[in-house]
T-cell receptor, first 112, second 113 residues
Framework: RKEVEQDPGPFNVPEGATVAFNCTYS??????FFWYRQDCRKEPKLLMS???SGNEDGRFTAQLNRASQYISLLIRDSKLSDSATYLC?????????????FGRGTQLTVWP | DTAVSQTPKYLVTQMGNDKSIKCEQN?????MYWYKQDSKKFLKIMFS???????INETVPNRFSPKSPDKAHLNLHINSLELGDSAVYFC????????????FGPGTRLTVT
């Protein structure tokens, strides 16, 4: 079983749409969670951390459900510039603390 | 003011050659990483160093040898390059402790012909 699983998409949405991504993780001891964004032919960049109580950064909302080992990212009012691959990332817990596990990414295309 | 930098950005070489990729970070982090991203875009960790000590060593051919002269630098040397080594190699760094957020360099696109 993979450490982090996410729907690869692709998601194709019009500008202004709301889109949601989700992922699941296997290690219940995991302590920290992130969403990264990777543009074509670029490096992954930290989009936002995900906190237990849920958190929001502008148009982006992240949620964590520890009981279900489920993480989500909601993007409201999509912009063309949101087109990218979104990576769900989990910090391994226990003996793998400090090691990040990356999902395969969900591809998003926002069209005009 | 680049945070994590890598050189070279592109590397085209023939099978059997030996090449090195360099990475430097000026974030004051004490842990550095090498990742490989293949054509299927999956990001896979190869190595991690904490204060010049190897702490993660994934199942990677021993043709790959990381070297960390100090905690701000982590280099990757690859011997006897093979076609399957063609990929993008990313360096990253983080603090030890806290949430372990990692920051990535721009990547080195390696093509072996």
């Amino acid at each position: 079983r993979k450490e982090v699983e996410q729907d690869p998409g692709p998601f194709n949405v019009p500008e202004g749409a709301t889109v949601a991504f989700n992922c699941t993780y296997s290690n219940s001891a995991s302590q920290s969670f992130f969403w990264y964004r990777q543009d074509c032919r670029k490096e992954p960049k930290l989009l936002m951390s995900v906190y237990s109580s849920g958190n929001e950064d502008g148009r982006f909302t992240a949620q964590l459900n520890r009981a279900s080992q489920y993480i989500s990212l909601l993007i409201r009012d999509s912009k063309l510039s949101d087109s990218a691959t979104y990576l769900c990332v989990v910090n391994g817990g226990g003996s793998t603390l400090g090691r990040l596990y990356f999902g395969r990414g969900t591809q998003l295309t926002v069209w005009p | 003011d680049t945070a994590v930098s890598q050189t070279p950005k592109y590397l085209v070489t023939q099978m059997g050659n030996d090449k090195s990729i360099k990475c430097e970070q000026n974030l004051g982090h004490d842990t550095m990483y090498w990742y490989k991203q293949d054509s299927k875009k999956f990001l896979k960790i190869m190595f991690s160093y904490n204060n010049k000590e190897l702490i993660i060593n994934e199942t990677v051919p021993n043709r790959f040898s990381p070297k960390s002269p100090d905690k701000a630098h982590l280099n990757l040397h690859i011997n006897s390059l093979e076609l399957g080594d063609s990929a993008v190699y990313f360096c990253a760094s983080s603090h030890t402790g806290g949430r372990y957020e990692q920051y990535f360099g721009p990547g080195t696109r390696l093509t072996v012909t």
